[in-house]
Protein backbone atom coordinates (compact mmCIF):
# COMPACT_ATOMS: atom_id res chain seq x y z
CA UNK A 1 0.00 0.00 0.00
CA UNK A 2 1.08 3.31 -0.92
CA UNK A 3 1.56 6.24 1.00
CA UNK A 4 -1.14 7.90 -0.91
CA UNK A 5 -3.39 4.88 -0.16
CA UNK A 6 -2.65 4.78 3.55
CA UNK A 7 -3.89 8.90 3.69
CA UNK A 8 -7.17 7.98 1.92
CA UNK A 9 -7.69 5.05 3.84
CA UNK A 10 -7.08 6.79 7.08
CA UNK A 11 -9.26 9.98 5.96
CA UNK A 12 -12.19 7.84 5.26
CA UNK A 13 -12.24 6.17 8.39
CA UNK A 14 -11.88 9.27 9.77
CA UNK A 15 -15.00 10.78 7.63
CA UNK A 16 -17.31 7.73 9.00
CA UNK A 17 -19.50 8.56 12.01
CA UNK A 18 -18.85 6.81 15.20
CA UNK A 19 -22.41 5.41 16.14
CA UNK A 20 -22.43 6.28 20.45
CA UNK A 21 -23.88 3.43 22.65
CA UNK A 22 -26.92 4.79 24.70
CA UNK A 23 -26.99 3.38 27.99
CA UNK A 24 -30.72 4.51 29.68
CA UNK A 25 -31.71 3.33 33.28
CA UNK A 26 -35.50 4.00 33.74
CA UNK A 27 -36.39 3.69 37.76
CA UNK A 28 -40.12 2.87 38.46
CA UNK A 29 -41.57 1.59 41.40
CA UNK A 30 -43.87 -1.84 40.19
CA UNK A 31 -46.00 -1.74 37.60
CA UNK A 32 -47.95 1.01 37.67
CA UNK A 33 -49.79 2.65 34.49
CA UNK A 34 -47.41 5.28 34.51
CA UNK A 35 -44.45 3.32 34.54
CA UNK A 36 -45.89 1.15 32.02
CA UNK A 37 -46.17 4.35 29.64
CA UNK A 38 -42.88 5.45 30.34
CA UNK A 39 -41.11 2.30 29.27
CA UNK A 40 -43.13 2.10 26.57
CA UNK A 41 -42.65 5.80 25.55
CA UNK A 42 -39.12 5.26 26.26
CA UNK A 43 -38.90 1.80 23.89
CA UNK A 44 -40.90 4.02 21.06
CA UNK A 45 -38.32 6.86 21.11
CA UNK A 46 -35.24 4.82 21.25
CA UNK A 47 -36.69 2.72 18.05
CA UNK A 48 -37.12 5.51 16.33
CA UNK A 49 -34.09 7.90 16.88
CA UNK A 50 -31.71 5.28 18.45
CA UNK A 51 -32.01 2.45 16.30
CA UNK A 52 -29.34 -0.41 17.55
CA UNK A 53 -27.61 2.43 19.34
CA UNK A 54 -29.09 2.38 22.73
CA UNK A 55 -29.43 -0.34 25.99
CA UNK A 56 -32.38 -0.10 28.37
CA UNK A 57 -32.46 -1.51 31.93
CA UNK A 58 -35.11 -1.25 33.80
CA UNK A 59 -34.67 -0.92 37.63
CA UNK A 60 -38.42 -1.60 40.07
CA UNK A 61 -37.54 0.35 43.36
CA UNK A 62 -39.69 -1.75 45.12
CA UNK A 63 -37.91 -4.66 44.25
CA UNK A 64 -34.32 -2.92 44.94
CA UNK A 65 -34.65 0.68 46.65
CA UNK A 66 -30.90 1.09 47.78
CA UNK A 67 -30.34 1.24 43.54
CA UNK A 68 -32.23 4.99 43.97
CA UNK A 69 -29.13 6.40 46.14
CA UNK A 70 -26.77 6.11 43.37
CA UNK A 71 -28.54 7.81 40.89
CA UNK A 72 -30.25 10.19 43.71
CA UNK A 73 -33.59 9.31 41.99
CA UNK A 74 -35.76 11.74 44.15
CA UNK A 75 -39.14 11.12 42.12
CA UNK A 76 -40.59 8.65 39.74
CA UNK A 77 -40.31 7.13 37.10
CA UNK A 78 -37.07 8.45 36.45
CA UNK A 79 -35.03 8.28 33.51
CA UNK A 80 -31.19 8.17 33.63
CA UNK A 81 -29.36 8.83 30.65
CA UNK A 82 -25.41 7.10 31.80
CA UNK A 83 -23.83 7.27 28.36
CA UNK A 84 -22.87 8.83 26.42
CA UNK A 85 -21.62 11.43 29.44
CA UNK A 86 -22.68 13.79 30.77
CA UNK A 87 -25.22 11.86 32.50
CA UNK A 88 -28.72 13.39 32.55
CA UNK A 89 -32.39 13.21 34.20
CA UNK A 90 -36.03 13.01 32.92
CA UNK A 91 -38.65 12.82 35.34
CA UNK A 92 -42.11 11.77 34.37
CA UNK A 93 -43.94 9.16 31.95
CA UNK A 94 -41.88 10.37 29.02
CA UNK A 95 -44.82 10.88 27.12
CA UNK A 96 -43.31 14.52 25.64
CA UNK A 97 -41.29 13.17 23.22
CA UNK A 98 -39.77 16.68 22.15
CA UNK A 99 -38.77 17.39 25.74
CA UNK A 100 -37.27 13.60 26.52
CA UNK A 101 -35.29 14.37 23.01
CA UNK A 102 -33.95 17.95 23.94
CA UNK A 103 -33.74 16.52 27.56
CA UNK A 104 -31.53 13.26 26.36
CA UNK A 105 -29.74 15.48 23.93
CA UNK A 106 -30.54 13.14 20.76
CA UNK A 107 -29.50 15.09 17.98
CA UNK A 108 -30.74 14.27 14.48
CA UNK A 109 -29.20 11.13 12.26
CA UNK A 110 -27.68 13.05 9.21
Given at each position: ???????????????????????????????????????T???????????????????????????????Q??????????????????????????????????R???
Amino acid sequence: MTASQKKKTAEAQQSEPVEEKWMLRLYVAGQTPKSITAFTNLKKICEEHLAGRYQIEVVDLLINPKLAKDDQILALPTLVRKLPEPIKKIIGDLSNTERVLVGLDVRPIS
